[in-house]
């Protein structure tokens, strides 16, 4: 669906809020911190911005941001869990605001971690922009999952396929899906005014995934590190914008 002007500066605005949680979180990420404690800064951003959260009640879920640690890909539930040096930690969050959403998430390291761990944050989000440069009127659906899948694949990682991006409006999660792999030249168009959330899943390991038994956080199967990233993109005459950043 293509979104007016006016739409997509509202979506803007949650955009705005996103990232004021992305900024606040992310200083907060130390050894010692908890995830609950996390989710309680995401809390005062929306409180404080007077925006809506996304998650909170999504299908019952409990929390303003997902949380998810090492080897959690995504939807992990805010908790005692204690921040370790060494960790890397991904946060998922979004905001609504006079009922259009924003979404997008970032992987921090929690002091020092290891090369891998590092190299895995630096690539994923190498792979994110790789697949938002992709973004311009004319192209397709899938050239977005192939450049995130052949940046991440030329580092040795894998991408995971279960879950997706997604096109994003007046509902955080829309169709069409944008897969962060597979074949150019496929799928939807891609048009000015369409607005989606690409979110590349990247593991050290194999592209496996297993839900928990909290029926929501998602592991690598051979508990490899996860790391994601997200943003979401407006198409515009002028190429992508990204309407998650401060």
């Known amino acids: 669906m293509r979104r007016t002007p006016e739409e997509i500066a509202i979506m803007r605005r949650a955009g705005k809020v996103v990232a004021e949680m992305h900024t606040c979180i992310r200083e907060a990420i130390r050894p010692g911190v908890t995830t609950l404690e996390l989710d309680k800064i995401g809390r005062d951003v929306i409180e404080r911005r007077g925006a809506r959260s996304n998650f909170l009640g999504y299908h019952g879920f409990p929390a303003v941001i997902f949380a998810s640690p090492n080897d959690m890909i995504v939807h992990g539930i805010p908790g005692p869990y204690r921040l370790e040096e060494g960790d890397i930690i991904s946060i998922d969050c979004g905001a609504i605001i006079q009922g259009w959403h924003g979404d997008a998430a970032f992987t921090a390291p929690v002091g020092q971690v290891s090369e891998e761990a590092a190299k895995l944050i630096k690539v994923t989000e190498e792979s994110l922009y790789a697949g938002i440069d992709q973004m311009v009127d004319g192209n397709r659906i899938s050239d977005i999952g192939h450049a995130v899948q052949t940046v991440a694949e030329a580092a040795g990682f894998s991408v995971v396929r279960e879950y997706v991006g997604h096109a994003i409006g007046t509902a955080m999660h829309e169709k069409p899906e944008v897969p ?37 956080s998602v592991v690598t199967a051979d508990g490899s590190l996860s790391c994601h990233w997200e943003h979401t993109i407006a198409i515009t005459d002028e190429g992508p914008e990204i309407l998650t950043l401060p």
């Open 180 to 216: 962060n792999y597979g074949d150019p030249g496929k799928g939807p168009k891609l048009r000015v005014g369409n607005v989606y959330a690409v979110e590349p899943m990247v593991n050290v390991g194999g592209v496996g995934t297993r839900l928990l038994d909290d029926g929501w």
